[in-house]
């Protein structure tokens, strides 16, 4: 059973929520403001879903607000996905999407996806080249040098990089890291990549290769 906190200003939605996921087995705690779920509140979820266009404080800058105090998957619920704000809203932390309107068996796979994720236990550091992945840490180093990744984009690069020289499609990466075998969000994979591109370009490494028509791997 997990704790999961649902922050919405629309209060039929987070009914919904929590009918869906009560029925799983998880504790559900609703909320129709982010001023109500303070970051240290935010500390015991296990997992946030998080809409975004919301009075005041919308779900971005909340996100923004809370990502480096809270450890836990933050998913955004939202209609508003278009490309620029899909870039900017896992960008700046966020671990997924749910668009809406959405499915019952949706809200459960794609929650279920991200609290498995989290449970994962691993014990050893894999390298390939100047890059060492911290498996039990969950940290990825260049040299001796951390770089700041979001869980999610960890998870990518730590797949990529277990099957070094691998491709893998954006629905085998979707899959493999959020777990989630329906009617994948491909685009959130692609623009994670292009997150971690970024941050990997600060050490002039582009370890990434597009394999252009099929997917990614992790050169050798």
Request: charged share 30%; proline share 2%.
């Amino acid at each position: 059973m997990a704790k999961i906190f649902a922050i919405d200003d629309d209060e039929k939605i987070l009914a919904f929520i929590k009918t869906a996921l009560l029925r799983e087995g998880h504790q559900v705690e609703t909320f129709t403001h982010t001023k109500e779920v303070t970051p240290e509140k935010a500390k015991f979820a296990d997992l946030i879903l998080l809409d975004v266009m919301m009075p005041e404080e919308d779900g971005f800058a909340y996100c923004q607000r809370i990502r480096n105090l809270v450890d836990c998957p933050i998913l955004f619920v939202t209609a508003k996905a278009g490309e620029s704000e899909l870039i900017h809203g896992l960008g700046i932390g966020g671990d997924d999407y749910i668009r809406k309107p959405f499915a019952v068996s949706e809200l459960r796979a794609r929650v279920a996806a991200h609290l498995r994720r989290e449970s994962r236990g691993h014990t050893h550091v894999l390298r390939c080249g100047n890059f060492s992945l911290d498996l039990t840490g969950k940290k990825l180093f260049h040299d001796s040098t951390e770089i700041a990744l979001t869980k999610s984009e960890y998870l990518i690069c730590a797949h990529l990089l277990e099957s070094a020289g691998q491709v893998f499609s954006k629905m085998q990466l979707y899959e493999a890291v959020f777990g989630y075998d329906g009617s994948s969000e491909e685009s959130v994979i692609v623009e994670h990549i292009k997150n971690v591109r970024a941050k990997l370009k600060e050490f002039k490494e582009d370890p990434i290769e597009t394999i252009w028509g099929i997917g990614y791997r992790w050169r050798k």
